[in-house]
């Protein structure tokens, strides 16, 4: 069975104050590793597709990087708009998403 | 991007009445859809993948006769809660792949809908 564990549950930043949210996770046969932001009361959005250990994946203040058991987003000068709900989940086949629990965000102005 | 757009956002209903809720895929077409429940700090489950002119599959523990799944176009794909019960009020989501791209994995969600049954 598919597991995604993400840690840690809530993280809460001074906006400027770089950190990193962890993915952890264990999968038959990785078909992709992906990142969604969630923001209250809506759905998912997409952000990041990691497909194999050693890829890296930017895009404004946002890193994903990705080895064999874990995946890391990593968050550089935060702005208060970056608070959010990060999720990160596998997939298997049939494109079936197994997603972790998120990590609540908070930026601080 | 792409814009999968869900209708309604808020519902309330009754104990025991029948609501739908629709997913439509606004500018690709997706052969497959996924619905999702999310509960408070939970994660999303996937309840069941349909599939454009043949019948859903439900994931285990997802009672079909309850969550029923109808994808008659392949831009359109609909989830009606029969009977829905207290126990049945969640955030649920649909999310669709754009089957043109092959981008896969790359799933597009909707806002979600909020059931809220009494």
């Known amino acids: 069975e598919d597991q995604v564990t993400q840690s840690p549950e809530a993280l809460r930043l001074q906006e400027g104050e770089s950190s990193s949210l962890n993915c952890s996770y264990t999968v038959s046969g990785l078909r992709g590793l992906f990142w969604y932001r969630q923001d209250p009361g809506k759905g998912p959005e997409f952000l990041f597709t990691l497909y194999s250990a050693g890829e890296e994946k930017e895009k404004e203040r946002l890193k994903a990087t990705l080895t064999k058991k874990e995946s890391f987003l990593h968050i550089t000068a935060p702005k208060p708009e970056d608070s959010a709900t990060y999720l990160c989940?596998?997939?298997?086949?049939?494109?079936?998403?197994?997603f972790g629990k998120g990590t609540l965000l908070t930026v601080n102005p | 991007g792409a814009v999968v757009s869900q209708h309604p956002s808020r519902v309330i209903c009754k104990s025991g009445t029948s609501v739908k809720i629709e997913c439509r895929s606004l500018d690709f077409q997706a052969t497959t859809m996924f619905w999702y429940r999310q509960f408070p700090k939970k994660s999303l489950m996937l309840m069941a993948t349909?599939?454009?002119?043949?019948?859903?599959?439900?994931e285990q523990g997802v009672e079909k006769d309850k969550f029923l799944i109808n994808h008659a176009s392949l831009t359109l794909s609909t989830l009606t809660v029969t009977s829905a019960h207290p126990e049945d009020s969640s955030f649920y989501i649909c999310?669709?792949?754009?089957?043109?791209?092959?981008?896969?994995?790359?799933?597009?969600f909707g806002e979600g809908s909020r059931l809220t049954v009494l």
């Open positions: 989940a596998v997939g298997g086949s049939n494109y079936k998403l197994t």
């Open positions: 999310s669709a792949r754009d089957t043109g791209t092959g981008m896969a994995g790359e799933l597009f």
């Open positions: 349909s599939n454009e002119g043949s019948k859903a599959t439900y």
